[in-house]
């Protein structure tokens, strides 16, 4: 039996793993067992305790998705996000240093500053311009002390579950006449659930082969747009009456500045671990599909 810890199930992520794993939707070739936890059953800033049941459990793999994911609070709760996006992740390492367990970590497009013009590659300058990246940066450099580390980059997370820009623009559409959104900045959504089985295939592989390919990789959805053509699709899909209007970010000021272009080059993680990646748009109509039955 493959002993696995998923930190974070309460997230997005963590939440569609957890589902995935409860429903059987990804079939493990090998019998594994999954601990999901929280902040209420797993407190990671309690590095003692955190040690103690890493010791008592023997896991084979730990997968962490808690995340302090508000951008722009961030700004003003650097403390906050730096004790769980980095000193959390630093916790788990120095619980694990000695242990055969392999680590996988979930970090963001936000350690780049956006200033590109062509898809970010792994081995790419680092230069996050807000609080919120750096603390995810900072978790990335105590992972990789670890010598059995992934590190996954994603971009644009939304789910059914939780907040996000996704959900958000949906119940607006519901409500208003018309919405204004930026249309200068440029990524990739990521669905969630994508993410949750490329993870699954991730393991799945490794167990198998009995081979981990460490190292940081990039996953998004396939694709591009702005969150203006991302909002218009959804408001379209929402069968709703609600107009969508382009606007430069300049006309949307907020605490933090955003990347205005933060594709992700995904050539690596699809060709180590095989990943066929679905566009953003057949998944934002899978997101649908799953939006209805909640």
Same mark, same amino acid.
């Given at each position: 039996?493959?002993? #696995?810890?998923?930190?974070?199930?309460?997230?997005?992520?963590?939440?569609?793993?957890?589902?995935?794993?409860?429903?059987?939707?990804?079939?493990?070739?090998?019998?594994?067992?999954?601990? $999901?936890?929280? #902040?209420?059953?797993?407190?990671?800033?309690?590095?003692?305790?955190?040690?103690?049941?890493?010791?008592?459990?023997?896991?084979?793999?730990?997968?962490?998705?808690?995340?302090?994911?508000?951008?722009?609070?961030?700004?003003?709760?650097?403390?906050?996000?730096?004790?769980?996006?980095?000193?959390?992740?630093?916790?788990?390492?120095?619980?694990?240093e000695n242990s055969v367990t392999r680590f996988i970590h979930i970090s963001t497009d936000y350690v780049f500053d956006g200033k590109n013009h062509f898809p970010y590659t792994e081995e790419m300058k680092t230069n996050p311009t807000s609080e919120y990246g750096?603390?995810?940066?900072?978790?990335?450099?105590?992972? =990789?002390?670890?010598?059995?580390?992934?590190?996954?980059?994603?971009?644009? =997370?939304?789910?059914?579950?939780?907040?996000?820009?996704?959900?958000?623009?949906?119940?607006?559409?519901?409500?208003?006449?018309?919405?204004?959104?930026?249309?200068?900045?440029?990524?990739?959504?990521?669905?969630?659930?994508?993410?949750?089985?490329?993870?699954?295939?991730?393991?799945?592989?490794?167990?198998?082969?009995?081979?981990?390919?460490?190292?940081?990789?990039?996953?998004?959805?396939?694709?591009?747009?702005?969150?203006?053509?991302?909002?218009?699709?959804?408001?379209?899909?929402?069968?709703?009456?609600?107009?969508?209007?382009? #606007?430069?970010?300049?006309?949307?000021?907020?605490?933090?500045?955003?990347?205005?272009?933060?594709?992700?080059?995904?050539?690596?993680?699809?060709?180590?671990?095989?990943?066929?990646?679905?566009?953003?748009?057949?998944?934002?109509?899978?997101? $649908?599909?799953?939006?209805?039955?909640?």
């Amino acid at each position: 039996m493959v002993n #696995i810890l998923i930190t974070g199930s309460n997230g997005q992520l963590g939440s569609e793993l957890k589902n995935i794993y409860n429903t059987n939707l990804f079939k493990f070739e090998k019998p594994v067992n999954i601990e $999901f936890t929280n #902040i209420d059953t797993l407190d990671l800033t309690d590095s003692i305790f955190l040690k103690r049941f890493i010791e008592d459990h023997s896991f084979d793999f730990i997968i962490n998705c808690a995340a302090y994911t508000n951008v722009d609070l961030a700004e003003s709760e650097k403390e906050k996000a730096t004790e769980i996006n980095s000193l959390c992740v630093k916790n788990i390492v120095e619980a694990i240093e000695n242990s055969v367990t392999r680590f996988i970590h979930i970090s963001t497009d936000y350690v780049f500053d956006g200033k590109n013009h062509f898809p970010y590659t792994e081995e790419m300058k680092t230069n996050p311009t807000s609080e919120y990246g750096n603390s995810k940066l900072k978790g990335e450099e105590f992972a =990789l002390k670890y010598d059995k580390s992934i590190i996954i980059r994603t971009s644009w =997370l939304y789910s059914t579950y939780g907040k996000n820009f996704a959900k958000t623009i949906y119940k607006l559409c519901k409500e208003r006449e018309s919405l204004n959104v930026v249309f200068d900045q440029i990524g990739t959504p990521t669905y969630a659930k994508d993410l949750a089985y490329a993870i699954f295939q991730i393991l799945d592989q490794t167990i198998k082969e009995d081979h981990f390919y460490k190292g940081i990789y990039h996953y998004s959805n396939e694709g591009v747009c702005s969150w203006y053509d991302f909002a218009k699709i959804i408001a379209e899909k929402s069968y709703s009456k609600c107009k969508i209007y382009p #606007i430069e970010s300049k006309d949307y000021p907020t605490p933090v500045k955003r990347p205005f272009y933060s594709v992700l080059n995904k050539s690596k993680i699809k060709q180590t671990f095989n990943l066929d990646i679905p566009h953003w748009q057949d998944s934002l109509n899978e997101f $649908f599909k799953n939006l209805n039955n909640f």
